[in-house]
């Protein structure tokens, strides 16, 4: 059950993140399009939008490395090592990811509020919350990659390869 939650959601958050970076390339060069083509129509927040979409992207795209186990790697060094240090240390990352994204979740939150509280504005003539167009793209991000760790270790897998131990062969 497990797998197929995750499976799913894999899923809809790779095509959520496409559908962001197209809308993030759409904006860019159609602001540039309008601009060189219509400078009287120019508008002075496509740039911006497209890097609304462009953060809220990369913040996504985390959850979905770290189900595919492409999150955080140090294969140069793993992959010198024996299994089971290898499974230690894959456990290791793991347990360290999850307090970093546990934390950043925290503090991201703190700074979504405190832009909130300020009524922080765009420079544009959107004069967009930064709130919620920027600040929250991380606690967001982080308590995806927390819940999916979560999830992960739940089905027995972390968010870091490793190596099966390898079972004796009988020699011929």
């Not at 095509?15 to 602001?31: K, N, Q, R």
């Not at 499974?87 to 990811?97: F, K, Y």
């Not at 919620?132 to 999916?148: E, K, N, Q, S, Y």
């Amino acid at each position: 059950m497990i797998d197929r939650i995750l499976t799913v959601w894999s899923r809809i958050e790779t095509v959520l993140i496409g559908i962001l970076v197209l809308c993030s390339l759409a904006t860019f060069l159609g602001g540039a399009a309008v601009r060189t083509l219509a400078p009287q129509y120019a508008v002075d927040w496509a740039e911006e939008v497209s890097l609304y979409f462009i953060i809220w992207a990369t913040v996504l795209s985390g959850s979905v490395l770290a189900a595919e186990g492409r999150h955080i790697n140090t294969e140069i060094v793993t992959d010198l090592m024996p299994p089971r240090a290898k499974r230690a240390v894959g456990i290791g990352m793991t347990l360290l990811t999850l307090a970093f994204c546990i934390a950043m979740a925290i503090f991201g939150w703190q700074a979504f509020d405190f832009a909130l509280m300020l009524d922080e504005r765009s420079g544009s003539s959107l004069r967009t919350p930064q709130a919620w167009t920027v600040f929250l793209a991380l606690p967001v991000g982080m308590a995806l990659i927390v819940v999916r760790i979560l999830l992960l270790a739940a089905t027995g897998r972390g968010i870091t390869p490793v190596a099966e131990p390898e079972l004796p062969t009988k020699a011929e």
